[in-house]
């Protein structure tokens, strides 16, 4: 006790902050930090998760340089990320620009945005997953054979399938950024918008000099965040496409369903962890880019 | 450059009207202060003459416009908002330069005038810095600017001085007046601080619950007040008010205390008698007004302010500043008869 009444005030406040910090450093350097530095260590073994681990160095990358569906799903998943992001980064600021100007009824099409968001993506999947069916059962054939439209193969498509999956993937992280956009609407004084309706410049200039620039945090925070995302999807793909995941000929697969199926299908430790590697420097690679490149000045 | 008219302008939100009728002309070039407690519907006046709020009922004539139903842009007016509204992505030339955004000026026109407002203001060094790079004081030179570039006819000013410290808003209330004495705009200015509108205006127009209660020269508001809300308004301390019965041109105070004959009208009522705390004197020559016990000081320095209990009340006034009567000294303060204010005690009006 001694010991700690001699102490200044900035150290107690170390004291008591690493108190508190204790917990969670624990469980992050056990349960986060430990496996994901064996993870690295593993991607130069082989390792059937049984036997014992051999050292083989460089091994496991080379083979993924050589594998035709590393690059398949590589590309894949540069797919979900370049269509994924800019697409609902527009959309989901539209619907905000355009609620946050309305009062009837908001709170109701608020709730309405955020609902996808809420459910369980898995349930979500399934249901996409009736809409794309073939007539008569799918909800889009059947209204395009309503209308006398040709059947669109989404899900059997090579071509068609990944942006198929990628819509609900769209959809479902909408009313996230709807509402943090909504927040960074309202947080720009509404006396900005008075003095540029008093110089008279007309609503585009308003919107690109002065609504889109003092929303750049929000724009930052929202690319960061749902580009992470898009480069993990999984569980739309996986539920979307159980029959033969990743499918038709791995034209959906992302590189986090490839690391699963690796895993646990093939039971090939050390390939996978080769492979979470290479996840894990794209999404470091491409936050640092994307910070940079939207940093303010 | 040009008149502004207010005609019986009212506002309603809703059912609830806030501003009921108001009438004022401005003249061209003329530096006009509204000033009023929060909620007097100040601010919304000059919002309505801005077109930032909807005219419910009445016109607001600028030049010789009806401009109800025109954009703020067609009014040929420019507005400094309280919180400055200057962009902070943008440097403090861009931000003088969006004033100019929809004008017809060609580009070298535009320069030339951005260069010429800098000058004025003194900010030409400024100019390509952002805003968090400056100071409050800087920052409401960059929203004046803005508003100067363009040249209007009307400058419209929303509490300008109020997000700055007492110093710099001594120094920014000089820097305006002495900008309107150069440039000879029309100025509108919406304050709370009596005392902006005091050192400010060649016309303060006094304003309470969306009525106009007095138009007129700092100096008529401050010596003829036209009842007792503008009395106690304007100048600090406040006019002290003191109940009792007009008679035969006497006043008797509630009190009991008779003060001489003060008025010509001789009908019988009861009465406010308004005195500042300036005009009530220690050892004046004029008849005696009260007496009490001094309560309370406040050294000021060139004066003392001294809080008298008498039997009419708590009365403030001014002693001097070296040689201020102790607490709990038994003073007798009088006043000059013309400086002595009557107010009627039902309807708060002056009496003349």
New interface residues.
């Given amino acids: 006790m001694r010991l700690y009444s001699n102490l200044s005030i900035k150290q107690k406040q170390i004291v008591w902050a690493w108190a508190f910090l204790a917990l969670p450093v624990l469980f992050y350097g056990i349960i986060r930090f430990y496996p994901t530095g064996t993870a690295f260590v593993i991607s130069f073994q082989e390792w059937n998760l049984l036997g014992d681990r051999t050292w083989i160095g460089w091994v496991n990358y080379v083979e993924l340089l050589n594998d035709p569906v590393f690059w398949k799903v590589f590309v894949n998943t540069f797919e979900y990320l370049l269509i994924g992001t800019p697409l609902s980064l527009v959309v989901s600021f539209v619907i905000a620009y355009h609620l946050d100007k309305l009062r009837f009824m908001h709170g109701f099409l608020r709730m309405l945005y955020f609902l996808p968001f809420m459910t369980s993506a898995v349930a979500m999947a399934w249901v996409w997953r009736w809409f794309y069916q073939d007539v008569p059962i799918g909800l889009f054939n059947n209204l395009l054979a309503s209308v006398g439209i040709p059947q669109i193969a989404f899900l059997n498509s090579t071509t068609n399938a990944l942006p198929a999956v990628l819509a609900p993937a769209v959809w479902a992280g909408l009313g996230f950024q709807v509402i943090i956009f909504m927040a960074g609407l309202r947080a720009i004084p509404q006396s900005y918008y008075e003095a540029a309706k008093i110089d008279g410049v007309g609503w585009w200039t308003v919107l690109t000099q002065i609504t889109i620039p003092l929303l750049r945090p929000t724009i930052v925070f929202i690319v960061v965040f749902s580009s992470i995302g898009f480069l993990r999807i999984f569980d739309h793909v996986f539920n979307m496409t159980t029959n033969n995941p990743g499918g038709p000929l791995n034209s959906t697969k992302p590189l986090v369903l490839m690391i699963y199926d690796t895993a646990f299908n093939g039971f090939n430790m050390g390939y996978a962890a080769a492979q979470t590697v290479v996840l894990f420097l794209i999404l470091l690679l491409v936050s640092l880019a994307q910070l940079w490149l939207l940093r303010s000045d | 450059m040009a008149n502004l008219s207010l005609r019986t302008l009212t506002k309603a939100y809703a059912q609830t009207e806030v501003l009921h009728g108001i009438n004022l002309d401005v003249a061209d070039g003329e530096f006009i202060v509204f000033v009023g407690p929060s909620g007097c519907g100040k601010s919304t006046t000059l919002r309505m003459i ?3 709020e909807e005219v419910t009922s009445g016109e607001v004539v600028i030049g010789d416009r009806v401009v109800n139903h025109l ?4 009014r040929d ?3 400094v ?3 400055y ?1 200057i ?4 440097s403090v030339k861009k931000n003088i330069a ?2 100019l ?2 004008s017809r000026m060609s580009r070298p026109d535009k320069e030339a005038r951005i260069a010429e407002v800098a000058g004025i203001l003194d900010m030409t060094h400024l100019l390509d810095r952002k805003p968090a790079q400056l100071s409050g004081g800087q920052r409401q030179r960059v929203a004046i600017g ?1 508003a100067m570039v ?1 040249d209007p006819a009307v400058f419209l000013f929303d509490e300008p001085l109020s997000n700055l410290d007492a110093q710099l808003r001594t120094q920014m209330r000089l820097e305006i007046k002495k900008l309107h004495q150069r440039v000879g705009n029309t100025i509108v200015f919406v304050t709370h601080d009596q005392v902006e509108a005091m050192t400010m205006a060649d016309r303060i127009v006094i304003m309470k619950d969306g009525h106009i209660q007095q138009v007129g020269t700092p100096s008529e508001v401050y010596h003829s007040p036209a009842n007792t809300f503008v009395a106690q308004f304007i100048g600090a301390p406040s006019m002290n008010m003191l109940p009792g019965t007009l008679n035969g041109g006497g006043v008797r105070l509630a009190s009991g205390q008779s003060v001489g004959t003060i008025h010509t009208s001789t009908t019988s009522r009861p009465i406010l008698l308004g005195v500042r705390p300036d005009d009530l004197t220690l050892q004046g020559s004029g008849p005696t007004v009260v007496t009490g016990h001094v309560a309370v000081r406040e050294p000021l320095g060139a004066e003392t302010l001294i809080y008298v209990t008498t039997e009419a009340g708590e009365v403030i006034a001014k002693a001097d500043g070296r040689s201020p009567p102790d607490v709990g000294a038994h003073v007798t303060l009088s006043a000059d008869p013309a400086n002595v204010h009557v107010f009627d005690a039902d309807s708060g009006s002056v009496l003349t």
């Fill in positions: 801005a077109g930032l954009e703020p842009k067609e007016i420019a507005m908002f309280q919180n509204a962009y902070p992505h943008m969006f004033g955004r929809s803005r363009r």
